[in-house]
């Protein structure tokens, strides 16, 4: 059974462009609720904890340091069937080959530098959300 449930973070790269309004009204028209948001600042080393999957990749060390690099907004949103669908809202992480009308094709500048990251699984997205919300940031009604 899908979750109703997933995680994204507005990169640093959005917030440095000043769109991350932009990108959350594009968010919630798409039927997301929030149920929490905060803006942070990741260090080098928090960013490599989550984005441990990584850590053996070639690009791991340009990733942490990119998501280090400026404040990021994570969101836990709430929709049916949430992370399929947020997936397709914001489109292939190069935006070189995202669809017309996607996040990332409207405003990513790179594979690397690509706005918006999104959870890729049902599973991620809660062990995702708890890296960055309590129990008691996540708000139990619409906001």
Do not use: W
């Not at 919630?28 to 080098?44: H, P």
């Amino acid at each position: 059974m899908a979750s109703n449930l997933t995680l994204t973070i507005l990169k640093p790269d959005c917030v440095r462009k000043g769109i991350t309004g932009e990108v959350t009204k594009r968010i919630q028209e798409a039927g997301f609720k929030i149920k929490a948001m905060k803006m942070t600042r990741l260090t080098k080393q928090t960013a490599g904890g989550f984005y441990e999957v990584h850590r053996e990749r070639p690009f791991f060390g340009e990733l942490t340091d990119f998501m280090s690099s400026g404040p990021c907004v994570p969101m836990l949103l709430e929709k049916e069937n949430a992370v399929a669908d947020f997936r397709k809202l914001i489109g292939a992480t190069d935006p070189a080959e995202a669809e017309e009308g996607t996040i990332r094709k409207a405003f990513a500048d790179s594979k690397g530098e690509n706005i918006v990251h999104g959870s890729d699984s049902d599973e991620n997205a809660l062990i995702e959300a708890s890296y960055f919300f309590s129990q008691a940031e996540i708000v139990a009604n619409e906001v």
